[in-house]
């Protein structure tokens, strides 16, 4: 039974590896401000999220504490991208690779590409977040929206 198992992981990092690389090269599509808007909408999901008491910012940390949330994240970007809710399904996306990116040691490399292309809105988020807010009336929670969570910043090799 170990080799099917073997096989089985073997695919399903095959298949994220593609989901993330996918990602990536949507974002390197994107321009700064559509980035902004990105990570905006992105900080402001964490922020929803942490209210189950969860840190995105220490993703490694996360099937420890709430094993559940990486299979209920992808529920949910399934739900969003039914209804026809990008916006809110790319915003999961950016955590659930994010959590997969740093649980699989041959997908850092890919979530650190990510949060490379994702860096490129940072100095835009305010802007974002009062265009966002022009246009929609909601006001987005944007605090940290600066950061990159712990094990994906190249600064933190941990």
Not at 48 to 75: A, H
Not at 78 to 98: L, Y
Not at 137 to 146: A, K, P, R, V, Y
């Amino acid at each position: 039974m170990g080799w099917i198992t073997s096989l089985l992981v073997k695919k399903v990092i095959a298949d994220h590896s593609k989901e993330i690389d996918q990602f990536i090269t949507g974002l390197k599509s994107m321009s700064d401000d559509e980035i902004a808007e990105l990570v905006a909408y992105s900080t402001h999901t964490k922020h929803l999220i942490e209210r189950l008491g969860v840190d995105l910012f220490f993703p490694n940390d996360i099937y420890m504490k709430n094993p559940d949330l990486l299979p209920e994240l992808v529920k949910q970007i399934s739900n969003f991208k039914s209804q026809g809710n990008h916006i809110a399904a790319s915003a999961m996306m950016v955590w659930a690779h994010t959590i997969r990116a740093t649980t699989r040691s041959d997908l850092v490399a890919r979530g650190r590409a990510m949060w490379t292309e994702l860096s490129r809105g940072f100095s835009g988020v305010e802007h974002a977040k009062s265009n966002i807010a022009s246009r929609t009336g909601n006001l987005l929670n944007t605090s940290d929206s600066n950061k990159i969570p712990y094990s994906l910043d190249s600064k933190n090799d941990g």
